[in-house]
């Protein structure tokens, strides 16, 4: 245990831990990748804004075009996932926009490489960097050398990621029932590209999936979640990981959320690694740290389906616009249930915006409500924010914030204790708030 130097309250040192948080669970993880996948791609989904769905429609199709190219189970399955994932890369709604204009757009490579990135960093997902790096290239400029499997991966991805944008302009003008009529004209504004920008043997998978109307149906919300349950159930991707991999995986999404804005680069990163060291100053035990680790990295994954203007904004925020900031921490915690249950992180991650005195949100929670993990996330939270550069403000000094911190805790905001060991340790966890990779 680290000696603080400062005198603590006996509360903080008391290292019992909440009922419902048993480290001896965490020495390590059985991951269904095909449900980490779809959880990660709702995540995704989010930053279309107005279209919730198109990484799993287009990891659908891919699935569903590989059963009528008579590819086995594990690859229809392995197509199904490399569609959900295509666009991990993407984490601005203005990207995503740009991605959804048109049938090619000169910035797309991109999102290509920093999905290879995300993808490679997570050992269970790096199989299928490949394909995603490479899935915004005309089928004629993909060369040999990137390997038969991964350039008819890499094709049917686009493929059907532009089938879904062309489906979706469709939408703007009719409604879904409409799409079986017009099947066969949206199949024929791709098949003018076979040979250029599709390969001509997938572009016949494709033309035969169409034909039933359950491929267009099961790509409504009502049909979408169950029918890429069937692929996955079909063969399951159960693997054990160390807690090594499942903080690779909080570290994948956060650099989603990060890349959102400028003005956020690397906020939760910093977020997690000054909890991680306050909870060392506490006494807390390694995994315990490490769990608290992971909270700080994925705090803010609900804000990926927060408009990038609301965030970059560089004045005051109207009443609409702060209401819809307001709801990141339930669009987290419904992400987080999924990835990891029967764990405490849901619950610390949607209640870092809580006050002690009752005045935060989503819950209004206070007091007794709020345990010692989720006071110390919220506390570093505030502390890296003012320690960054916004749109609004430049990064701010220690004694700058501390003396903003001070008001809040004196308001009742903060927890005092904790507020005090963050105080003893000002300049330290500063140099941690303001580190650059």
Not at 282 to 290: A, E, F, P, Q, V
Not at 301 to 330: A, F, N, Y
């Amino acid at each position: 245990m680290v000696v603080p130097s400062v005198d603590l309250p006996a509360a903080l040192l008391r290292g019992a831990d909440p009922a419902d948080w048993q480290p001896q669970r965490w020495t390590g993880l059985r991951l269904d990748l095909g449900q980490v996948a779809h959880t990660v791609a709702r995540a995704l989904d989010y930053v279309g804004v107005d279209d919730r769905s198109h990484g799993r429609r287009v990891g659908l199709m891919c699935g569903r075009v590989a059963a009528e190219l008579g590819w086995s189970p594990a690859r229809q399955t392995e197509a199904l996932i490399t569609g959900m994932l295509h666009d991990c890369g993407v984490s601005s709604t203005d990207m995503h926009r740009k991605l959804t204009a048109s049938m090619e757009w000169s910035g797309a490579e991109e999102h290509c490489l920093k999905g290879h990135a995300a993808l490679s960093g997570f050992d269970p997902f790096a199989c299928y960097a490949p394909a995603v790096r490479w899935h915004h290239t005309r089928w004629a400029n993909l060369s040999p050398t990137v390997g038969a499997e991964t350039r008819m991966m890499a094709n049917l991805v686009f493929l059907c990621d532009r089938l879904d944008v062309q489906t979706a302009v469709f939408l703007t003008s009719h409604p879904p029932v409409d799409l079986l009529q017009a099947r066969f004209t949206l199949f024929d504004s791709l098949a003018v590209h076979a040979g250029l920008l599709f390969d001509p043997v997938l572009l016949a998978g494709v033309r035969q999936a169409i034909h039933r109307d359950s491929f267009w149906l099961e790509l409504q919300d009502d049909f979408l979640d169950r029918a890429i349950f069937e692929i996955l159930d079909a063969h399951s991707q159960t693997v054990d990981v160390s807690f090594g991999d499942v903080l690779s995986l909080g570290a994948f999404l956060s650099q989603i959320v990060d890349a959102k804005s400028p003005f956020t680069r690397q906020h939760s990163l910093r977020v997690a690694d000054l909890v991680e060291a306050m909870g060392g100053l506490l006494g807390y035990g390694g995994r315990r740290r490490d769990l608290l680790r992971l909270a700080g990295l994925l705090h803010d994954i609900g804000k990926l389906r927060t408009p990038d203007e609301i965030l970059e904004k560089g004045g005051p925020l109207s009443v609409v616009e702060r209401d819809c900031m307001r709801r990141h921490p339930m669009d987290s915690k419904l992400i987080l249930i999924d990835l990891f249950p029967d764990t405490p992180l849901a619950r610390w991650v949607s209640h870092h915006h809580e006050k002690i005195n009752g005045q935060g949100y989503p819950y209004g929670l206070g007091g007794n409500d709020l345990d010692q993990e989720t006071r110390l996330l919220t506390l570093c939270d505030i502390f890296q924010a003012l320690s960054q550069n916004r749109p609004y403000r430049n990064r701010l000094q220690p004694a700058e914030i501390m003396t903003i911190m001070t008001g809040m805790r004196e308001n009742g905001e903060l927890d005092a204790d904790l507020f005090a060991l963050l105080d003893a340790h000002r300049e330290e966890m500063y140099r941690i708030a303001i580190a650059e990779d």
